[in-house]
């Protein structure tokens, strides 16, 4: 098993739907978790960050943490074509300031 | 204003000439980290460092090199790029120490620089 896992996509939503993207994660990898979009080309932007189970909400975006399943997922509302890009989970292994990718997962949002 | 910053953001090269690459932060961030970006790979750590002169090897260090002499620059040296360099290359930049008893490893992206080596 990966350490972090992602579905690569391209998940496809229409324009003002929901989308739901979805991270798996192995024993190694705890505590932290991060959720950054990445444009073609550009670099990692964070968008989300948490830390204990349970949702986060900030804007549009909200970020679940569901520990026991190692799970993190990552909704986004009222999707727009801006938000189509690459969407990377990550999160923090030991105490090292260490994070671990997933390979992305590419979002297209269709107007 | 916050930054991480890198030069060149562009290079072409050839075998065997030695490059630097270099990282800048204005944060006062102690842990710095360099990645490469391939196709199909993801994001793969190269080194990275915990504060000034700490520095560790990531993932994938064969044929990289850096030092951590000030707190604020990360530089990433080729001494001899091979075609296999050819990447996107990342310099990120995150506090560290504890927030509520975690630690806080929200990491900072610089605008990348692509390396061709021919």
């Known amino acids: 098993q990966k350490e972090v896992e992602q579905n690569s996509g391209p998940l496809s939503v229409p324009e003002g739907a929901i989308a739901s993207l979805n991270c798996t994660y192995s024993d190694r990898v705890s505590q932290s978790f991060f959720w950054y979009r990445q444009y073609s080309g550009k670099s990692p932007e964070l968008i989300m960050s948490i830390y204990s189970n349970g949702d986060k909400e900030d804007g549009r975006f909200t970020a679940q943490l569901n520990k026991a399943s190692q799970y993190v997922s990552l909704l986004i509302r009222d999707s727009q074509p801006s938000d189509s890009a690459t969407y990377l989970c990550a999160g923090g292994s030991g105490n090292t300031g260490k994070l671990i990718f997933g390979q992305g997962t590419t979002l297209q949002v269709k107007p | 204003e916050a930054q991480v910053t890198q030069n060149p953001r562009y290079l072409i090269t050839v075998t065997g000439k030695k490059l630097t690459v270099t990282c800048s932060q204005n944060?006062?961030?102690?842990?710095m980290s360099w990645y490469r970006q391939d196709p199909g790979l993801g994001l793969r750590q190269i080194y990275y460092?915990?504060?000034?002169?700490?520095?560790d090897k990531g993932d994938v260090p064969e044929g990289y090199k850096v030092s951590r002499k000030e707190k604020r620059n990360f530089p990433l040296i080729l001494e001899s790029p091979s075609p296999n360099q050819t990447s996107l290359y990342f310099c990120?930049?995150?506090?560290?120490?504890?927030?509520?008893?975690?630690?806080?490893?929200?990491?900072?992206f610089g605008p990348g620089t692509r390396l061709t080596v021919l």
């Open positions: 990120a930049s995150s506090p560290l120490g504890t927030w509520g008893g975690r630690w806080g490893n929200e990491q900072f």
């Open positions: 944060m006062n961030h102690e842990y």
């Open positions: 460092s915990m504060n000034v002169e700490v520095t």
